[in-house]
Every structure is written in C-alpha cells, then in structure tokens.
C-alpha cells in the first residue's frame, strides 16, 4: 500500500509544472517532479536519511570542520548539514550544469550563498575535460566511466564535455579534520587517485558510494593509504584514518 501510495503522489505531481519551489525537511527546495531523487523529497519518501544521520554523528564525534559534497546533485547534503556549527568550510562539487544551477538555486532559497562553495567540475585525477554521460531520467547517475555508460547505453544516450580537476591542485590543505561525501558514479578511484596528498595529510572520514564493480578496489585503495573501514549504509561505505 505505501509504494502505491507514493506512485501515485508522483503522477500527481507530475501533472502540474515541471519545476516548483517545495518546503521539505524544514528547508525550500527547487524541484524537478521527472527527476527521480527530486521526486523523493516531493512525495516525502525518506531518502538516504541513516547517511545523513550518520554524517551528522561523524561530525559532532569527531569535531570535523571542513566537509566536501563531492557528486553533490541538487545539494541534499550540503544544504541538510549547513547547520552543523562546527564545519567551518563547506565546498560542493557538480559538473552537470543543470544539477548545479538546481544546487545554486537550493543555495540562495535557504540563504546558503556564502556558507557553501559551489565547484562547477568534476574531481578526477587530472586536469582536462571529459564526457559526462547523462541520464535524462535521473540525473544523479551520471558519470564519467564510459564502460558503465555502453552497459547501459540507451540511459546514457546525451554525453556533455565538462571541466575536471584534481582535489589537490585545487585545495593546499594539511592538518584538518574533514568529511568527505563521495557519489560518483564509477569513478571512485579516479577521484580519489586525486586526493592522495589531502587523505595523507588531514584527519578525515569518509562516505563513498561504491558500485558492485568498484567496491574492492575501493577497499584496497583506502587500506593502502591507511585508512580503516568503518561499515556500511546500502551502497555507501565509511573509512577513517582517525
């Protein structure tokens, strides 16, 4: 009864405008009622609400100042954990340019402007440009693995060039405590291939996102740099070097 609940609060709003201002979770939303992590928030279906708790326990039991929203969408976490008093620096990152004009819209409805930093690109382990290929269905899986885009070609029909960098050639940080949220896509190793001198050198703990194909690499890649693994939420796995 609850999933036929909940279908049928999606094609009622699928029925009005496409894009809409809603209030959920005490925050303003703009919404995309065809989008299907939108359609979440819209119908009220709890989404990925365990990770977001656990981010908020990572960071009050570790004291953790600096968080990266890394594949950050339409900004669920950044603008959830903005309120976290001790994160002095949020930066969120999403090379999709229709995701990070949503993100950026998100941000000035709940006065967020200057309390996040929005990067228009997309972390690898290089600077260049890539493909992003993109399903018009669900924005939030897009990626920049080619192979998971032939697996699955009639989804990833719309490819775009977007702009990459490596998270150290943008940040020069050392000896701070940090979250890092990770939801790429496929392109976990590439990302954190990237980040090797900030893991290294920074008290941080981790949520990635891995894919059933990713997931030992990601597990080796985290124990080689010293990190321990601190379970998992779904598709989500937690590492720390604290």
């Given at each position: 009864?609850?999933?036929?609940?909940?279908?049928?609060?999606?094609?009622?709003?699928?029925?009005?405008?496409?894009?809409g201002?809603?209030?959920?979770?005490?925050?303003?939303?703009?919404?995309?009622?065809?989008?299907?992590?939108?359609?979440?928030?819209?119908?009220?279906?709890?989404?990925?609400?365990?990770?977001?708790?656990?981010?908020?326990?990572?960071?009050?039991?570790?004291?953790?100042?600096?968080?990266?929203?890394?594949?950050?969408?339409?900004?669920l976490?950044?603008?959830?954990?903005?309120?976290?008093?001790?994160?002095?620096?949020?930066?969120a990152?999403?090379?999709?340019?229709?995701?990070?004009?949503?993100?950026?819209?998100?941000?000035?409805?709940?006065?967020?402007?200057?309390?996040?930093?929005?990067?228009?690109?997309?972390?690898?382990?290089?600077?260049?440009?890539?493909?992003?290929?993109v399903?018009?269905?669900?924005?939030?899986?897009?990626?920049?693995?080619?192979?998971?885009?032939?697996?699955?070609?009639?989804a990833?029909?719309?490819?775009?060039?977007?702009?990459?960098?490596?998270?150290?050639e943008?940040?020069?940080l050392?000896?701070?405590?940090a979250?890092?949220?990770?939801?790429?896509?496929?392109?976990?190793?590439?990302?954190?291939?990237?980040?090797?001198?900030?893991?290294?050198?920074?008290?941080?703990?981790?949520?990635?996102?891995?894919?059933?194909?990713?997931?030992?690499?990601?597990?080796?890649?985290?124990?080689?740099?010293?990190?321990r693994?601190?379970?998992?939420?779904?598709?989500?796995?937690?590492?720390?070097?604290?």
């Amino acid at each position: 009864m609850r999933k036929l609940h909940w279908s049928l609060l999606k094609r009622l709003y699928r029925m009005g405008g496409r894009f809409g201002v809603h209030a959920r979770l005490e925050r303003r939303w703009l919404l995309d009622n065809r989008n299907w992590i939108d359609q979440q928030l819209l119908i009220r279906r709890p989404y990925e609400v365990e990770q977001i708790a656990r981010c908020r326990q990572m960071i009050r039991e570790h004291g953790l100042t600096h968080f990266f929203d890394i594949g950050a969408n339409f900004g669920l976490y950044s603008v959830l954990l903005s309120d976290e008093p001790s994160l002095a620096e949020m930066h969120a990152f999403e090379p999709l340019p229709r995701n990070a004009h949503q993100l950026a819209a998100n941000l000035y409805l709940n006065g967020l402007d200057n309390r996040v930093k929005l990067h228009e690109l997309a972390l690898s382990d290089r600077t260049g440009e890539v493909d992003l290929f993109v399903d018009p269905h669900s924005t939030g899986v897009s990626t920049l693995m080619s192979a998971q885009s032939r697996y699955r070609q009639e989804a990833y029909r719309i490819s775009i060039r977007v702009e990459t960098r490596a998270f150290d050639e943008l940040f020069g940080l050392g000896g701070i405590r940090a979250l890092v949220k990770m939801d790429v896509e496929g392109a976990e190793i590439l990302v954190l291939s990237g980040m090797k001198g900030f893991l290294v050198g920074n008290d941080v703990v981790l949520q990635v996102e891995t894919m059933p194909q990713t997931q030992e690499q990601v597990d080796a890649f985290m124990a080689a740099a010293s990190y321990r693994p601190l379970g998992r939420l779904g598709a989500d796995a937690y590492y720390t070097n604290l």
